[in-house]
């Protein structure tokens, strides 16, 4: 089986809890050791840095794909596989769901939030069509689980496009749902949304 590439999305915030911390380096060290290629946003600090971390910890490849002005800032993980240059966020993202066999997303702000709810959008306009999981750690994203329940109640969203992602709530979930898939390119992923 050819070797799978997984996107993850996760914060680059320092302060984060350690709960959010040690799953990512679980998820980073789980993804390693099953013989995947993890490719991040090439943080330095936070979620980001801690599941590259785990993946390279475990042995593994850990590809990060950042924009030049970040590495300016000295944002840029200095222990990396391999760093991949791109001129802003706008390639930045382009460039990782391109490379996506699946996307995985970490608790998060602002930014996880909008790289989340796009690669959702593209997948609903099928433009992406690979499995989306996003890891709910200590249940950090229920109150946007109600919101998309409150988007689907009130009209604004298909309940059917609730299929498009699965929901994990730890580490090993990610990887029992991904050993799931059997077919990498099927829009739904064979992966229903776990209540």
Do not use: C
Request: proline share 4%; net charge negative; no cysteine.
């Amino acid at each position: 089986m050819e070797r799978k590439t997984i996107v993850v999305y996760g914060a680059s915030s320092a302060d984060v809890e350690p709960v959010f911390k040690d799953a990512a380096y679980s998820l980073g060290s789980l993804i390693a050791s099953a013989g995947m290629t993890l490719v991040t946003g090439a943080g330095s600090t936070g979620l980001m840095a801690a599941v590259e971390d785990g993946a390279l910890d475990a042995g593994g490849k850990a590809v990060g794909i950042i924009p030049k002005f970040m590495i300016d800032k000295g944002w840029l993980h200095q222990g990396l596989s391999e760093v991949i240059v791109t001129e802003n966020m706008h390639e930045r993202k382009r460039m990782m769901s391109k490379m996506a066999d699946a996307v995985i997303a970490l608790p998060g702000g602002t930014g996880t939030f909008e790289e989340l709810f796009e690669i959702i959008t593209w997948k609903m306009l099928g433009l992406f069509v690979k499995p989306i999981i996003i890891l709910n750690t200590d249940n950090y994203y229920q109150p946007i689980f109600e919101m998309l329940d409150r988007t689907t109640e009130r009209g604004f969203m298909n309940p059917v496009f609730k299929r498009l992602w699965a929901i994990a709530d730890t580490p090993q979930q990610v990887m029992e749902l991904l050993d799931s898939i059997s077919d990498w390119n099927d829009v739904t992923s064979k992966i229903l949304v776990k209540k």
